[in-house]
Structures are given as C-alpha cells and as structure tokens.
C-alpha cells in the first residue's frame, strides 16, 4: 500500500506537467504498460490519467489521497 500511494503521488504530480505522455509517466512510476498504470491508477483516484490531468489543469480536481 506504501508503495502504491508513493507511486501514484509522484504520478499525479507528473500528470500536472503536460510535457510528459501518460505512457512516459507510466513508466516513470515503475509500469511496463499504460493500461496497467492506467488501471491502477483509475483504483487510486477515482478516475483514470487523462482525466485526472485534464481535471487538474481546469483546476477542478479534488487532490488525490495523501500518504499517512
């Protein structure tokens, strides 16, 4: 789970920064594949990478889980 919320945070920071495809951000946070980075991230926040990045840029997402 430590792993998980450290890997997906450093995710949802890169997805602030749109010089970085979901796929380079995948790999980035330790994912072989889009689809699997994308499917667990989709489980920690609620919604998937795009929509995640394009919510953050309207500035209309809530912010992701923290790490306690």
Excluded: H
Excluded at 28 to 41: D, I, L, M, P, R
Aim: with cysteine.
């Amino acid at each position: 789970k430590f792993l998980l919320d450290c890997r997906m945070q450093r995710a949802s920071e890169l997805l602030r920064n749109r010089s970085l495809g979901i796929k380079e951000i995948a790999a980035k946070v330790g994912y072989g594949s889009e689809s699997s980075f994308g499917n667990a991230f989709k489980r920690w926040a609620g919604r998937p990478p795009g929509a995640f990045r394009g919510a953050e840029l309207a500035g209309a997402a809530p912010p992701p889980p923290t790490v306690l």
